[in-house]
């Protein structure tokens, strides 16, 4: 087959779906050993084709990556207007695998795309007004133009189903997979003490100051502690910024990994999540973690972290403390439970979905 990704959103600094895709694609490489032809497409400006071929450097696929100024704005019209093909830019195909930023339309072969959560339909009012106008239409497009949509857990694609109408037939469950930098051994970062590591872009539906809240309570009697957080500034109204927190903005792959073999324990207070792979990631690094009892998170968490209610700050207190003194008696459960979640067996999961789309 000849596969074509979009991979636009790699033009910025990589987040959760940005790790998907380069995953993915490294995944469908391993896993089709030779068999197809992978096209990595990017329309986007000269910074953002710049951040894509670093992300992809290595991965053996072909790079089209047209330069456009002012990208997003041609992109959006792009999807709309609904012309010309995607074909006249890259020539016939057999799979289209588009991404959360464009839609274009296409002559013929597999059209599918990826949803990661249906957070801007489910709970508009945590997300940017834009993110809405731009997400939106994306969704009920694929569900009324896609062969085949992938999601990343079984509780996204119950989402996709509820709130898209889209059949059970049509829908192909494709878990994450962990870098192999995600492990215990390895350089630690030092932040001059222990120190609890949280991770996400400071935005509502990541629920940083609950966790605050209840790293206030612990503090009080540990206040050796740190609670650090890793992540990208984003639209979070609510006090964050506390005695005892450090906010370390964006980190490098290499820097996270460090952070999380030096922390004494993870923890993860999302009220919503599509999956969850900074949960996954801490568990293959060897710490204890307290994660939100949220049932999108049960898929990240197995059975090998301690779960608790962050709406309620002194059940996640206790949680923390617990991890803090016993969190070393479930490490081997955390490393098992990782071990599962590899980018071979993601690019597995989508090639088998292609073919079977293409069959039926």
Same mark, same amino acid.
């Given at each position: 087959m000849r596969i074509v990704v979009d991979v636009t959103p790699l033009s910025l600094p990589k987040t959760g779906i940005g790790n998907y895709i380069r995953g993915m694609l490294a995944g469908l490489a391993e896993a089709g050993a030779g068999r197809h032809e992978l096209v990595a497409f990017g329309p986007s400006g000269p910074r953002g084709r710049e951040r894509i071929r670093r992300s #992809?450097?290595?991965l053996p696929l072909e790079l089209r *990556? =047209? #330069?456009l100024p002012r990208a997003h704005v041609w992109r959006t019209a792009w999807s709309r207007l609904g012309r010309p =093909?995607? !074909?006249a830019l890259l020539g016939p195909l057999d799979v289209f695998h588009f991404s959360d930023w464009m839609y274009p339309a296409q002559r013929a072969g597999l059209r599918a795309t990826t949803i990661h959560d249906l957070v801007p339909l489910r709970f508009p009012d945590w997300v940017k007004p834009a993110t809405v106008r731009m997400h939106g239409p994306k969704y009920v497009h694929a569900a009324r133009t896609c062969n085949c949509i992938f999601v990343n857990s079984a509780f996204t694609a119950g989402e996709v189903t509820e709130l898209l109408g889209v059949p059970e037939a049509r829908i192909v469950v494709a878990h994450p997979g962990i870098d192999p930098r995600f492990r215990p051994d390895g350089e630690q970062s030092d932040l001059g003490g222990p120190y609890i590591l949280a991770v996400g872009t400071l935005e509502p539906r990541k629920n940083l100051p609950a966790l605050a809240a209840a790293f206030a309570l612990l503090r009080a009697r540990r =206040?050796? #502690?740190? *609670? /650090?957080?890793a992540g990208l500034e984003g639209w979070e109204d609510r =006090?964050? !910024? /506390?005695e005892g927190i450090r906010l370390l903005g964006y980190v490098s792959d290499d820097e996270l990994a460090r952070l999380y073999r030096g922390a004494a324990a993870f923890a993860y207070p999302s009220s919503f999540e599509g999956f969850g792979i900074p949960v996954v990631e801490a568990l293959a690094s060897g710490l204890p973690a307290v994660v939100s009892s949220h049932r999108s998170l049960d898929e990240a968490c197995g059975d090998a972290a301690l779960r608790a209610d962050p709406g309620d700050p002194r059940a996640f207190e /206790? /949680? *923390?403390e617990w991890a803090l003194e016993a969190g070393s008696q479930v490490r081997d459960r955390g490393l098992a439970h990782a071990a599962r979640f590899t980018w071979r067996a993601c690019g597995e999961a989508v090639l088998a979905g292609y073919e079977s789309a293409l069959t039926n």
């Amino acid at each position: 087959m000849r596969i074509v990704v979009d991979v636009t959103p790699l033009s910025l600094p990589k987040t959760g779906i940005g790790n998907y895709i380069r995953g993915m694609l490294a995944g469908l490489a391993e896993a089709g050993a030779g068999r197809h032809e992978l096209v990595a497409f990017g329309p986007s400006g000269p910074r953002g084709r710049e951040r894509i071929r670093r992300s #992809l450097a290595g991965l053996p696929l072909e790079l089209r *990556l =047209p #330069l456009l100024p002012r990208a997003h704005v041609w992109r959006t019209a792009w999807s709309r207007l609904g012309r010309p =093909p995607v !074909e006249a830019l890259l020539g016939p195909l057999d799979v289209f695998h588009f991404s959360d930023w464009m839609y274009p339309a296409q002559r013929a072969g597999l059209r599918a795309t990826t949803i990661h959560d249906l957070v801007p339909l489910r709970f508009p009012d945590w997300v940017k007004p834009a993110t809405v106008r731009m997400h939106g239409p994306k969704y009920v497009h694929a569900a009324r133009t896609c062969n085949c949509i992938f999601v990343n857990s079984a509780f996204t694609a119950g989402e996709v189903t509820e709130l898209l109408g889209v059949p059970e037939a049509r829908i192909v469950v494709a878990h994450p997979g962990i870098d192999p930098r995600f492990r215990p051994d390895g350089e630690q970062s030092d932040l001059g003490g222990p120190y609890i590591l949280a991770v996400g872009t400071l935005e509502p539906r990541k629920n940083l100051p609950a966790l605050a809240a209840a790293f206030a309570l612990l503090r009080a009697r540990r =206040p050796e #502690l740190t *609670l /650090a957080i890793a992540g990208l500034e984003g639209w979070e109204d609510r =006090p964050v !910024e /506390a005695e005892g927190i450090r906010l370390l903005g964006y980190v490098s792959d290499d820097e996270l990994a460090r952070l999380y073999r030096g922390a004494a324990a993870f923890a993860y207070p999302s009220s919503f999540e599509g999956f969850g792979i900074p949960v996954v990631e801490a568990l293959a690094s060897g710490l204890p973690a307290v994660v939100s009892s949220h049932r999108s998170l049960d898929e990240a968490c197995g059975d090998a972290a301690l779960r608790a209610d962050p709406g309620d700050p002194r059940a996640f207190e /206790a /949680a *923390l403390e617990w991890a803090l003194e016993a969190g070393s008696q479930v490490r081997d459960r955390g490393l098992a439970h990782a071990a599962r979640f590899t980018w071979r067996a993601c690019g597995e999961a989508v090639l088998a979905g292609y073919e079977s789309a293409l069959t039926n």
